[in-house]
């Protein structure tokens, strides 16, 4: 996994432990969402990711967008880690 990836997945794990505004629904879904990409990457490490993979980060950028930019932000830099290896 590239640097730069593994970076935004530790800063987006922070983040997580960092905002108790959070609702345990809420965090369960985003660390849901980093196994599912970690899953991915060390399944198919050059492949493309599945459709729910991409489909989901881009909800989750829009579900947070609002009520927690910060993770947005990490959210849409974990997406573009992964369009920049070509996933």
């Not at 849901?32 to 991915?40: A, N």
């Not at 991409?54 to 573009?80: C, M």
């Amino acid at each position: 996994m590239p640097e730069n990836l593994q970076r935004h997945l530790q800063e987006l794990r922070d983040q997580l432990a960092q905002n108790p505004s959070m609702s345990a629904d809420e965090r369960a879904r985003m660390s849901s969402l980093i196994q599912e990409i970690e899953l991915q990457l060390a399944r198919d490490a050059g492949g493309a990711p599945s459709d729910s993979l991409v489909d989901g980060l881009n909800l989750a950028v829009e579900r947070f967008e609002a009520q927690h930019p910060a993770l947005a932000v990490t959210l849409r830099n974990i997406l573009q880690s992964l369009a920049n290896m070509g996933i």
